[in-house]
């Protein structure tokens, strides 16, 4: 069922920022263009795994908003964006974000406590995004029913368990091996 996004994945190139080792990918970067089945492929698993009895689809800026916006289409769920721009709206929440390459601000509106959400993003690597973001929402007594890092790279996934106490759902584990994207497991294995 992920054959297009397996076969996608180890063809990428690695790029280095500093010491980072850095694939990209369509999924996670929207180049080189991605061709449709990807989407359908990830859309498909995540509608399988997750649990979709959410008021909201939550995505973060940038790369987790064409995967949010599948999984809308497909479910009727609406979904709101965690930005890198700030509003000033009220009730407003700004998250310092830090990854293994580089750090910025993210600002989180129209959630509101009570509500049940699912939050996907593109990449867990270092674990930073993900551990900024779900303490902040725990913090603003969101239901946090899924959270989805459609690719988990080297050990990120078990970092963020272990510092929220939520599960993530990961669709494909990977890591980056001698300059190489080595696929480690899917979901459907
Ligand atoms: O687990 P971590 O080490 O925190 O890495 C994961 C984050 O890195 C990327 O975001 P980036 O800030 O590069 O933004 P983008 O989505 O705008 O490309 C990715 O989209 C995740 O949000
Ligand atoms: N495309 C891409 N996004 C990332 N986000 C965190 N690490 C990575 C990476 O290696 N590649």
Known sequence: MLEEVKKSLESSPIVKKGDYNYFVNPISDG??????????ELSLA?????????????????MGIHLATALSLATDIP????????????????VYQ????????????????????????DVVSTGGTFIALLKT?????????????VIEKGEGKKIVEKETGIELLSI?????IDGKVVIEKTIED
């Open 46 to 62: 995540v509608h399988k795994h997750a649990d979709l009895d959410v008021d909201k689809i939550v995505a973060v800026e940038a």
């Open 79 to 94: 979904f709101v964006v965690i930005r890198k721009r700030q509003y000033g709206l009220e009730g407003e929440q700004e």
């Open 137 to 149: 929402l725990q913090d603003m007594d969101l239901e946090i029913k899924s959270a989805v890092a």
């Open 98 to 121: 830090k990854t293994g390459y580089g750090s910025s601000n993210l600002y989180i509106n129209d959630l509101h406590p009570g509500e049940k959400i699912l939050i996907i993003d």
């Open 31 to 40: 180049v080189p263009a991605m061709d449709p089945k990807m989407l359908r």
């Open 172 to 176: 494909i584990k990977l890591d980056v």
